[in-house]
């Protein structure tokens, strides 16, 4: 009998598919829809304390093999989130994401995440495009322990944080994490990249840099949580490129317990939880396993 049934520390999910941050997860009813469509959970969008109108357009364009965007974390800050939380908790397990420029903006934001509801908070360690947030606090393994280490003393739910894989030190960080208390880890968010517009000599988006998702980066996820793997003992959710029940599998063999898929929301369609959760029990059948845990980081055996 197979069974996709999941757990990520303290939270057990019936299905192991998560809606990355930043897609299909800025209101309310978006994120029930999600959940109607097979995921497990879904993770907000990135908020912060005050709204934010993020990075004039453009700030998204389609390349081969992804997407690559500088939206620059728009929202409409952590007090009018509270709406949309209202209508998402009651029908699944809403991981909150937020970002902040230190200890003390990410310990108010996990606390009203708290209080609306969230099973847990997703810390925004790795956005590459937005100055003073993400990867500029999230490459520095003492920063990321001290925000982790604030976030829970401030909040009994648990804490992920995610990961930038734009650093040569990405085992120290996850370990920062892992030191600080962190419930778990994930890998990755988007690679730092650029498009320019040879018809106009310059670059297509108007913050210049942006982020490469999709399924190009899919190897480079694999081989963060593969490399995460090897150092932590806390659990592991794989993210980036993840189209597939295949894509899936690969994460889960690398070492993730559950995983998130964002891009593919936008290629594949809504339907692509469904699709990745039949392929993953038809694959488990065939080939004897029983849970997602007897999957988990067989690859390194």
């Known amino acids: 009998m197979v069974s996709l049934k999941t757990e990520i520390g303290s939270i057990s999910l019936e299905r192991p598919g998560i809606v990355a941050s930043g897609i299909m997860d800025e209101t309310g009813p978006s994120m029930v829809r999600m959940i109607e469509s097979g995921a497990g959970a879904v993770v907000t969008k990135s908020v912060g304390l005050e709204p934010n109108a993020g990075h004039a357009n453009p700030c998204f364009t389609e390349v081969s093999g992804g997407y690559v965007n500088a939206m620059g974390l728009p929202n409409p800050g952590i007090e009018l989130f509270k709406e949309e939380m209202d209508v998402a908790v009651p029908k699944g397990k809403i991981v909150g994401s937020i970002y902040g ?9 996990a606390g009203r995440m708290e209080d609306y509801g969230a099973c847990a908070v997703e810390l925004n360690l790795s956005c590459p495009h937005a100055k003073g947030y993400g990867m500029e606090v999230g490459t520095d393994p003492a920063m990321v322990k001290a925000i982790v280490s604030a976030v829970k003393s401030a909040v009994s739910i648990p804490v992920w944080a995610k990961l930038t894989p734009n650093t040569h030190i990405l085992g120290d960080i996850g370990m920062a994490v ?3 208390g962190g419930d778990a880890v994930v890998a990755i968010n988007t690679l730092k990249a650029m498009v320019i517009c040879p018809e106009i000599g310059r670059p297509l988006l108007s913050n210049k840099f942006g982020g490469l ?6 190897p480079v ?9 090897t150092v932590l003992d ?3 959710v794989g993210v980036g490129g993840i189209e597939t029940w295949r894509d899936a599998a690969e ?7 559950a995983f998130q898929v964002g891009s593919a929301i936008g290629t594949v369609g809504t339907d692509v ?8 029990s038809s694959f488990m059948e065939e080939y ?11 690859a390194h055996d």
């Open 101 to 109: 420029a230190g200890p003390e903006d990410f310990s108010k934001l």
């Open 178 to 180: 892992q030191d600080a």
């Open 213 to 218: 998702s999709g399924a190009a980066v899919k």
């Open 221 to 229: 996820g694999v081989r963060a949580v593969y490399d995460l793997r």
């Open 234 to 236: 806390i659990p592991i």
């Open 251 to 257: 994460y889960i063999m690398a070492g993730a317990s």
């Open 273 to 280: 939880f469904a699709r990745i959760n039949d392929g993953l």
């Open 288 to 298: 004897g396993y029983s849970s997602i845990a007897d999957m988990t980081g067989v």
